[in-house]
């Protein structure tokens, strides 16, 4: 192989990896102004039912409904009391917070147990 078919190469490498970070960039400028948009509407919960449809908790102009989405039609189900859906969401935060500091113990106990061994080993 000579000198100019490796050069080449090589640029061509160089020049993909600049078109793959600037689509990069491209893309997350594009959703940082695509999000402030859509601030009347908010997905707080979803589960989904099949492989095409689910149900979701969604917030719109500051009320909750009970939405099916499914591959042809979206519904409004139910509309849900604010208090009821704010108490749920607060729920899920603290259930999420209970499950990292329970992560962290986890951790923490880890890393001790580690330490421990070590110090151990170190003795023998």
Known sequence: MNYNAFFSVVQTIFVLIAVIALANITLKY?????????????????VSVSNNSSLNIVEICGSYYLM???????KILKELNKEDVLEIIEEKKINQE???????KMENKMQIKNKLHSAFRARK
């Open 98 to 104: 209970q499950i990292v500091h329970m992560a962290l």
């Open 68 to 74: 099916s989405f499914t591959g042809s039609e979206n």
């Open 30 to 46: 594009v959703n940082k102004h695509m999000n402030k948009q859509n601030k009347m509407i908010k997905v707080h919960e979803r």
